[in-house]
Each structure stands twice: as structure tokens, then as C-alpha cells.
């Protein structure tokens, strides 16, 4: 654990967010974790309760262990709390103006110097930062699903994140047990610049028929051992997700070559959005298992 850092703030306890909470609470800090829906907020700290009952069950964990981590994790209900934290994590739905919204009201909340966060995939680092007084101390902070699983971290430069900014944010991700790239920032970064239009594609191959889903993914994850094909990757992303990045990296890069295929977009409109509704390039049944 970081010596300066004791607290960290986590606002949404969405999928990204929860993962956050359960991992820095897990590397020993004490963590605030907020979400404007309450039962949303309920909900993710009964699923961190599970996860980690799971590890005990399989010998990993020690219950006093268990019950340690989940008492460093506290439930908050308003942003005023998040003075007390050190280093702030946002981990709100993907949309611009809700989250300059957000990084506006933890600026007036948090301690000056405190560093702020964004786990945003695509959203420019610059333009939240500029909704604060104290841009030098915004960066990227991009976690990958699932993220208690995932090593990578992925922090994002802003125009104004200083170099303290980076290796304080570096040495925090080291002490999630993360190993952390940088990158700079652009629409999608290094990592959804690379598989977002690896998952168009594939999603192409699906549309003009070069092959069937199970023949598109099995060619990548037998053919180039990757975990999952693209097509499953994508409904695990959320098709939704996907299609709102691709569009970043269009409308950001003007570069024909992200525009989202046409049946991406059709399955969007049509609410087969992948494991969240049941319903993607695959069905799943409740709880998001395969069906
Ligand atoms: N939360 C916590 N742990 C989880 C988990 C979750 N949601 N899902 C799986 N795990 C754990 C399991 O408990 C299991 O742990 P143990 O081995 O310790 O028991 C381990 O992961 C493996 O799980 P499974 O055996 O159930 O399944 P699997 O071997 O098929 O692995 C997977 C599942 C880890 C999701 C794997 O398929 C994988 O790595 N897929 C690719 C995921 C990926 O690419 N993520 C990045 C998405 S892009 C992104 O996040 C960024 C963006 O901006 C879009």
C-alpha cells in the first residue's frame, strides 16, 4: 500500500466500479464507495461480499481476511464524503456531461492536491480535467473487466496531468497489484484504439457472411489464443459500450476505417445489448452464464 494514501473514493458501483472497490479494499486501503442509486449501490457491495466468500470456500481467503477487507469498504451515500479521501476513482456511467458534472463537485469536495480519476474508456482526460480547478491533478485511470482479474491499468495524460500526477497514480497501481501502462490523450487510448476495431471487424466478417459467430470466434481463440472470440468479447463488453466507443474513435479520428458496422448498430437498436440484457451475438441466461 502507498504510504501517503490511506482512503480511496470510488463514485459508481456499476461493474467497473465494484471490481475497483473490492480490489483496493483487498490491497488494504480503506475505501469509500459511492453511487447516486442506492439499491445499485446494495447491490455491488452484496456482489463483493460473494466474490469474496467464493475465495474463502476455495481455501485463497482466510475468513478473518474476508472480514477484514469488508469492513475497510464503506458505504456512502453523498459526494460530501469523499473529503476524507485521498485519491478519487470515477467510475460513473460513459457520458461526457455527467461526468464533467461530477469532476466539478469533487473539486469543490476534495482536498486540494487530491488526485482525480477517471475510469473512462474514451472520454477525453483533457475536457474533464477542464471542468476543475486543479487539472494538473486529473489523469485516466482505465481498468479492464473483469477487474479483479485483469492486470492491466492503463493511465491516460491529460494536457495538463503533471509528471507527480502520473507516478503517484503509477505507484498507486502497483499497489493495487496492477501492472500500468500510459498513454496519451486520444480517442479510445492504446487499448480501445486496438480492440475496438478488431471487434468491428469481426462483427463485419458476421455481416457480410464471411463465416458464422462460433466460426469468428473460434478462429481467435484457438487460432490466436485469445480467452474469448470478439463476438463473445463484445457481448461481455456490452454491444452498447462498443458502439458508443467506435463512435468516439470515428467522430475523434475521421478516419473511415472505425465507422461501426451497420448490424452492430441495428442490435443495438434493437436492445440486444450482450450479457447485461440476456441477449447479444449470443443468448445468456439470467445472471449473464451462456445459456
Ligand atoms: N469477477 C471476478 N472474478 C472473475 C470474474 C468476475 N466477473 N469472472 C471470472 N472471474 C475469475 C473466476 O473466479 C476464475 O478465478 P479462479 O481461477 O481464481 O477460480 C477466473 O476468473 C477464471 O474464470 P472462469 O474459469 O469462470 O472463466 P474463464 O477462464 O473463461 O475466464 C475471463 C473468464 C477472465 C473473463 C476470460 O474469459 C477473459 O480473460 N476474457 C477476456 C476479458 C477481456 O478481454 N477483458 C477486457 C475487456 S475490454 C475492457 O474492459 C476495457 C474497455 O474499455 C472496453
Do not use: W
Request: aromatic share 4%.
Amino acid at each position: 500500500m502507498s504510504a501517503a494514501l490511506r482512503t480511496i473514493g470510488v463514485v459508481g458501483a456499476g461493474q467497473m466500479g465494484r471490481g475497483i472497490a473490492q480490489v483496493a479494499a483487498q490491497s488494504g486501503f480503506t475505501v469509500l464507495l459511492h453511487d447516486e442509486n442506492t439499491s445499485a449501490l446494495d447491490a455491488s457491495l452484496g456482489h463483493i461480499g460473494g466474490q469474496l466468500e467464493r475465495q474463502v470456500e476455495k481455501g485463497r481467503l482466510a475468513p478473518a481476511v474476508r472480514a477484514e477487507t469488508l469492513a475497510r469498504l464503506q458505504r456512502v451515500t453523498g459526494t460530501e464524503a469523499f473529503s476524507a479521501a485521498d485519491f478519487v476513482i470515477e467510475a460513473v456511467s460513459e457520458n461526457q456531461a455527467l461526468k464533467a458534472r461530477l469532476f466539478e463537485t469533487l473539486d469543490r469536495t476534495c482536498a486540494p492536491g487530491v488526485i482525480l480519476a477517471s475510469n473512462t474508456s474514451s472520454l477525453s482526460i483533457t475536457r474533464l480535467a477542464a471542468a476543475t480547478r486543479r487539472p494538473a491533478r486529473v489523469i485516466g485511470m482505465h481498468f479492464m473487466n473483469p477487474v479483479p482479474v485483469m492486470e492491466l491499468i492503463e493511465i491516460v495524460a491529460g494536457q495538463a496531468t503533471s509528471g507527480e500526477t502520473i507516478e503517484e497514480t503509477r505507484a498507486l497501481a502497483k499497489s493495487l497489484g496492477k501492472t500500468a501502462v500510459q498513454a496519451q490523450d486520444y480517442p479510445g487510448f492504446i487499448s480501445n484504439r486496438i480492440l475496438m476495431p478488431m471487434i468491428n471487424e469481426a462483427i463485419f466478417a458476421l455481416y457480410e457472411g464471411v463465416g458464422g459467430r462460433e466460426d469468428i470466434d473460434t478462429v481467435m481463440r484457438l487460432g490466436m489464443r485469445h480467452p474469448m472470440g470478439p463476438l463473445a468479447l463484445a457481448d461481455f463488453i456490452g454491444l452498447d459500450t462498443c458502439l458508443a466507443i467506435l463512435e468516439i474513435l470515428h467522430a475523434g479520428l475521421g478516419d473511415p476505417k472505425y465507422r461501426p458496422c451497420p448490424l452492430l448498430r441495428r442490435m443495438v437498436e434493437a436492445g440486444r445489448l450482450g450479457r447485461k440484457s440476456g441477449r447479444g451475438f449470443y443468448d445468456y441466461a439470467p445472471g449473464g452464464a451462456p445459456a
